[in-house]
């Protein structure tokens, strides 16, 4: 099997995500042995130096190497390899904000309080780094399995010395988390991700996102935005928010950006809202994550493409989140079975296997759960469902479910193990 190496140290293990200029990938590190996220930019419009996507592509990077803060994803690397330009960064574990309200439901005011806190201790410091985000929304919020909170994605970054460099009349980023400002194309300033906060703690507080569910067409969603904006939350007897939270949202959700709190201000409130949240936010996300895995092993998706993408064995299940945020879902096509198959071998299988074990041992369960599943649903179809190599990739599943805490399924799947190797045994000693 061909297997792409970026700067002949990086090697592309799965696709995390695609978006129209690029693709995020995991990857190994094969210097320091560690797992990694590569962004690599693939614009179809062209990469010559004068490109508005190139441009933006360098100055992503370039905003998260200047920000060195815990709540944001940290920039390892950059190069280019056969003309495209990526850089590197940590790999997250954990769910985003988007997944964690979707499989929860509204958070418990403490842990929607010690998340937000999170989100504005890092925009304080890529402000005072002079970095905006200008795109915050929950898909661009990751929580990991230790509870920290991490901005990512700062596609639509603006440097402090830098001009805007966005197309008349282009609207980006998503209208559901937008400040009406720079929707109606004025120059955002740190009050712009203010909004994106309070329109996140909306969310994590009602379960809904900030501009409702009703309205899914982004022409509708610009007008609720720039008109009647984000329904107050306080007073509404509905939702069980503390007055102080309430309050805080619709400030910072307020059209004039000239009212809205600042990050100093935000933080003093959440600070004493989060109060005794550490622990259960831990505990929902490793819920979620535990819910995540059982799916994928029971209902494991693959990436659908007509080329080596297949390759990258596995994609996260993507569905309509509770922010409102479209994903579609991933479908095996039988012209992707036949290229997985024909690339696949027994030796591949075994040494995609020996990987996953050792993240598993080194306690990567989720990196772990996807690449033994990837396997494990090759190595049926390619070598049969009792061969060593599929029972074994089975056994480390439920070795992975089991260490997430899914007790009842990981023993329904060891008892398939043990069936499977009854059935093999038999047939060996006719």
């Given at each position: 099997m061909g297997e792409d190496v970026l700067g002949g140290r990086y090697r592309l293990v799965?696709?995390?995500g695609r978006g129209g200029m690029g693709a995020v990938h995991e990857a190994v590190d094969t210097a320091l042995e560690r797992r990694v996220a590569v962004k690599r930019l693939l614009a179809a419009g062209g990469?010559?130096?004068g490109s508005e996507?190139?441009?933006?592509?360098?100055?992503?990077a370039q905003a998260l190497a200047r920000v060195s803060h815990p709540g944001v994803v940290q920039v390892y690397d950059s190069g280019v390899h056969e003309g495209a330009p990526y850089f590197v960064m940590e790999l997250l574990d954990g769910v985003n904000l988007a997944d964690l309200v979707a499989g929860q439901g509204p958070l418990p005011p403490p842990v929607a309080a010690g998340v937000a806190l999170g989100m504005?201790?890092?925009?304080?410091?890529a402000h005072a780094a002079g970095v905006l985000h200008r795109d915050v929304k929950p898909t661009n919020v990751s929580v990991t399995r230790a509870g920290r909170v991490v901005l990512q994605d700062f596609g639509l970054a603006r440097l402090a010395e830098e001009p805007a460099i966005t197309r008349a009349g282009a609207l980006l980023g998503t209208p559901q988390y937008m400040p009406p400002e720079l929707i109606q194309g004025q120059l955002p300033g740190s009050p712009a991700d203010l909004y994106g906060l309070g329109a996140c703690l909306y969310l994590m507080l009602t379960g809904t996102p900030p501009l409702g569910t009703g309205a899914v067409d982004v022409g509708a969603l610009v007008e609720l935005a720039v008109g009647p904006g984000v329904p107050p939350l306080a007073g509404r007897a509905d939702t069980g928010v503390p007055d102080s939270l309430a309050r805080l949202v619709d400030a910072l959700c307020r059209q004039d950006p000239g009212r809205r709190p600042t990050a100093a201000e935000a933080e003093a409130v959440l600070g004493e809202a989060a109060t005794g949240g550490e622990d259960a936010l831990v505990?929902?996300?490793a819920d979620r994550v535990r819910e995540q895995a059982v799916e994928f092993v029971y209902s494991p998706p693959v990436l659908e493409s007509s080329g080596m993408e297949v390759l990258d064995w596995a994609a996260i299940p993507q569905s309509r989140t509770a922010a409102g945020d479209v994903q579609r879902p991933l479908t095996l096509s039988d012209g992707t079975r036949q290229l997985m198959l024909?690339?696949?071998t027994a030796a591949s299988?075994?040494?995609?296997?020996r990987e996953a074990v050792n993240l598993v041992l080194r306690g990567d369960l989720q990196e772990a759960v996807r690449m033994l599943t990837a396997v494990s649903q090759v190595c049926a179809s390619a070598l049969g469902p009792d061969h060593p190599t599929t029972l074994t990739s089975q056994y480390w599943q439920a070795v992975c479910l089991a260490r997430l805490g899914a007790g009842a399924e990981a023993l329904e799947l060891f008892s398939r193990v043990n069936a499977g190797t009854e059935r093999k045994r038999g047939r060996d000693h006719d």
């Open positions: 799965r696709l995390i990469l010559d130096d996507a190139l441009h933006r592509f360098r100055r992503e504005c201790r890092a925009l304080a410091a505990a929902l996300v024909s690339s696949m299988a075994r040494s995609r296997q």
